[in-house]
């Protein structure tokens, strides 16, 4: 039915890419010839046109219920050529817990980008999640390798079956099964995509480990670290994949949880709430709305403080005893926090 099959990924930690080398590998078994195309930020383009016989898929991560923006941007710019059949693929927060294979959540990630694509005349001919080992370190370690192995062993077995049904012409939403559950949940993935991922941006920091290599500004997939006063700084640009922190070979990466926590404190809850206050008089109008009131100001003022906090935050990580502060305040800097890639084998 096929002949062509083009893969557009996005990843952060390679499972993604190796969703799309699994179906790369399926196609090859069915004749159609297939190719694998990373989104870049200003790298991958897609023709004007496919030809009438050609498959389009799509896999990346679900980060903050939702398509990276990356991944939404490309959409956003992807050629209004309609006709052609695609896929849609987004890997999930994959755990094992004892026997039991447990998954992720997919908000907007499969909705959002087929309606985009809808919308621009394409057939979507299938959706679904894959449910690979979680790679977001900063709020859990890394998983054991037994468990890797073993999630990433069903994880193949589901995207054959999904793969081959949609070569053999067949529909496949199985992602619509969550909907419910994920409309339920798009509340916060706007939050995330105004508000969220910026804030997340700005938890990273390089210990007195970094030797300056700049390997995490080269491969970062966004282009979104720099080397300011001698030292990685993650713009705002960030888009939380885990890339730098699993590839740092110094494991120089961390989360600052404990300046985190109390910038967010500051940002969250002290602030607005003390500029609220200042206004209340009982009866009056901000006494009546308060907590509205302290939400819209945790929302004006809520990123220039978190921008202006990690400026500082940044500035003083050059001095030595301020490093060791914030590493050893950090969990990430556990041995047992283990860091996640995808096993090389996958995505190789
Ligand atoms: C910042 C961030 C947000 C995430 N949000 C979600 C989420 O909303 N739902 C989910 O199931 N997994 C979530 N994850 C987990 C990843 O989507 C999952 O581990 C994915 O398989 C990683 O793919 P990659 O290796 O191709 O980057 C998140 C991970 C990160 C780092």
Redesign the pocket.
């Known amino acids: 039915m096929y002949k062509n099959l083009f893969i557009y990924y996005?990843?952060?930690?390679?499972?993604?890419?190796a969703t799309a080398n699994w179906i790369a590998g399926f196609a090859k078994e069915h004749g159609i010839k297939s190719e694998i195309i990373r989104i870049e930020k200003n790298g991958s383009v897609a023709p004007d046109q496919f030809d009438e016989n050609t498959l389009i898929g799509f896999c990346?991560?679900?980060?903050?219920?939702?398509a990276p923006p990356i991944v939404l941007d490309f959409l956003w710019k992807f050629p209004q050529t309609g006709k052609n059949n695609v896929f849609l693929v987004?890997?999930?927060?994959?755990m094992k817990i004892s026997k039991i294979f447990t998954?992720?959540?997919?908000?907007l990630?499969q909705i959002l980008p087929a309606i985009m694509l809808r919308l621009k005349g394409y057939r979507i001919v299938g959706f679904r999640?894959?449910?690979?080992?979680?790679?977001?370190i900063?709020i859990h370690p890394g998983l054991r390798q037994k468990v890797i192995d073993s999630i990433f062993g069903r994880c193949h077995r589901i995207t054959k079956r999904f793969a081959e049904k949609i070569f053999s012409g067949k529909k496949v939403y199985r992602g619509l099964y969550d909907l419910p559950i994920d409309l339920l949940i798009s509340p916060v993935?706007v939050g995330?995509f105004l508000f969220g991922?910026f804030a997340?941006a700005k938890t990273f920091v390089a210990s007195h480990k970094c030797n300056n290599c700049g390997l995490c500004t080269k491969q970062c997939p966004v282009s979104a670290i720099r080397f300011v006063q001698n030292h990685p700084f993650w713009s705002h640009k960030c888009?939380?994949?885990?890339?730098c922190m699993n590839i740092c070979p110094q494991r120089a990466i961390e989360t600052a949880h404990l300046a985190t926590g109390i910038l967010w404190w500051f940002v969250f809850s002290f602030i607005p709430v003390l500029i609220a206050g200042l206004f209340v008089k009982e009866g009056n109008f901000i006494d009546t709305y308060f907590t509205l009131i302290v939400w819209t100001i945790m929302f004006i003022t809520g990123l220039p403080i978190i921008f202006f906090g990690y400026k500082i935050l940044h500035f003083f990580m050059q001095y030595k005893f301020f490093n060791y502060l914030i590493t050893y305040t950090s969990l990430t800097r556990f041995k047992f926090w283990r860091r996640y890639f995808?096993p090389k084998n996958y995505i190789e």
């Not at 990346?60 to 939702?66: E, I, K």
């Not at 987004?90 to 994959?94: D, E, M, V, Y």
């Not at 999640?129 to 977001?136: E, G, I, K």
């Open positions: 996005f990843t952060g930690t390679g499972n993604a890419l990346y991560p679900t980060h903050g219920f939702n987004n890997t999930r927060a994959g998954p992720g959540m997919s908000g990630a999640p894959v449910d690979l080992p979680s790679n977001w900063s993935a995330y991922r997340l888009e939380s994949c885990m890339h995808a």
